[in-house]
């Protein structure tokens, strides 16, 4: 069940657990927030510009947790939605990924295309032929990190673009991918993921900045889920 963190006449300030989809689809028939959500907040049913998704104006995978904003008003929901057109929504997260990474700080910039099959995406080169590749949407993730482990690294990411699963595509194609991530990861870190056996990947939104309707910024921030501190605590070297 999600977690209403902050509720304002504008929006809902929401932590979404692990497992929990944000919408379905017409190959997803599963329950999920946006269901939730109409249960709880009824008049939130007319926010929006599609009734499938209730003031939704973003998304989190859902192996992820964390922070979403969700528009309780259609002023709120179109002011919002343009801040996240615009890119000034500030969407922090962090993640555990496998391997140590040297750098303290780094970009990464490949764009991502979505696979032949469509439930995948890609990271491609940025250029073909010393030229900007045509396909692929520009996609931006800025990482720093927080601790280094033997076998891990964990990072403060923030991401400048909302691709589908952009951080996971990411760090896979930088060579560290996600913990607990099978889709992305590598066959060894498949196999490593089921000796952790954490059900979930490690990729939690903990921060979220954003414009209200009075121009104020408002800034949230939440801790890591329980599940996530315990395998810090007691598996990870």
Do not use: C, W
């Not at 504008?10 to 932590?15: H, Q, R, S, T, V």
């Not at 947790?65 to 615009?86: E, H, R, W």
């Not at 490949?110 to 080169?125: D, E, T």
């Amino acid at each position: 069940m999600p977690l209403i963190i902050k509720k304002t006449k504008e929006y809902l300030i929401i932590n979404k657990p692990a497992g929990l989809i944000v919408h379905g689809a017409l190959h997803i028939k599963e329950p999920g927030l946006a269901d939730e959500l109409i249960k709880k907040f009824p008049k939130i049913k007319k926010v929006g510009d599609d009734p499938a998704r209730p003031g939704i104006v973003h998304r989190l995978d859902k192996p992820a947790s964390g922070l979403m904003v969700v528009a309780q008003t259609n002023d709120s929901f179109d002011n919002l939605k343009k801040q996240f057109q615009k890119r000034t929504v500030a969407k922090h997260y962090i993640a555990l990924v496998y391997g140590q990474i040297k750098a303290d700080e780094g970009v990464i910039d490949f764009p991502i295309y979505r696979s032949k099959g469509g439930y995948k995406m890609v990271a491609l080169p940025r250029t073909v032929k010393r030229e900007k590749n045509p396909l692929g949407r520009a996609a931006l993730s800025e990482f720093e990190v927080i601790k280094r482990y033997i076998n891990y690294t964990l990072l403060r990411v923030r991401i400048k673009t909302g691709r589908t699963h952009q951080i996971r595509v990411h760090m896979a194609a930088y060579g560290h991918p996600v913990v607990g991530d099978d889709l992305y990861g590598t066959i060894k870190t498949k196999i490593k993921n089921q000796k952790l056996g954490l059900g979930r990947i490690f990729l939690h939104a903990y921060r979220l900045e954003f414009d209200n309707l009075r121009g104020e910024r408002k800034k949230y921030e939440i801790e890591l889920p329980a599940e996530l501190i315990e395998l810090l605590n007691t598996k990870i070297k």
